[in-house]
């Protein structure tokens, strides 16, 4: 069964002397929907995908790789700032032979205002290593449907901001999500456990 496809199956594995909760495979992301509504489309579907250089990006392409994804919009004033940085953190202090096995997306929030021009810029001045970090925007429908797949929970508000889940999506080589953190990141565990889901999943 592929990962993207469905993730409410498992539970973490356990190994090398820490467990990744097995609690985080009834924290994931995928609802059922309400009768006669359909589900979101999976993210291996959506075509209408760009990155920050206006490129396709196609989830697709992420097989065999650790994912680290977020969801932000860059005219938010504080949170995803700081949950960006605090990612690039994560992302200067991953072994080097982690590099090009880990993949960091952020997805926006706000498809209207977040062309790639603006992703690139953000992702730049919050220090994002664009070599294996990707900014995410789209058409409305396919990112709308991001949000609902991962439960993101976007709500927009009067004066044109958003409210929506603060988290990072730990992601194993085939779609899975295995964790989800909520709050303020711990850099250290997250570095930890990316390594961990590389070990244990990706090279499996």
């Known amino acids: 069964m592929d990962g993207w496809e469905a993730s409410r199956r498992g539970g973490a594995r356990v190994g090398a002397g820490f467990v990744l909760l097995a ?61 960006t940085r605090a990612l690039a953190a994560v992302q200067r202090e991953l072994p080097v032979a982690l590099h090009d096995r880990v993949q960091f997306v952020s997805v926006t929030v706000d ?16 220090g994002a290593d664009l070599t294996n970090w990707s900014f995410v925007t789209g058409a409305d429908d396919e990112i709308t449907s991001l949000h609902e797949h991962f439960d993101a929970r976007v709500k927009k508000l009067e004066g044109g901001g958003f409210d929506h889940r603060v988290a990072v999506y730990l992601i194993e080589s085939h779609g899975r999500v295995i964790q989800r953190y909520a709050g303020d990141l ?15 999943y990706n090279r499996s």
């Open 23 to 83: 609690l985080s495979i009834l924290q994931l992301v995928f609802q059922v929907p309400a009768r006669g509504e359909s589900p979101p489309r999976e993210p291996r579907a959506l075509t209408s995908l760009l990155d920050q250089n206006g490129a396709r990006f196609s989830f697709e392409r992420l097989k065999g790789r650790t994912v680290v994804l977020n969801f932000i919009f860059t005219a938010c004033p504080m949170s995803c700032p700081l949950q």
């Open 111 to 126: 498809p209207a205002h977040d062309r790639p021009a603006v992703l690139k810029q953000y992702a730049r001045q919050l």
């Open 186 to 200: 711990d850099r250290a565990r997250l570095v930890r456990e990316i390594g961990d889901v590389d070990r244990l």
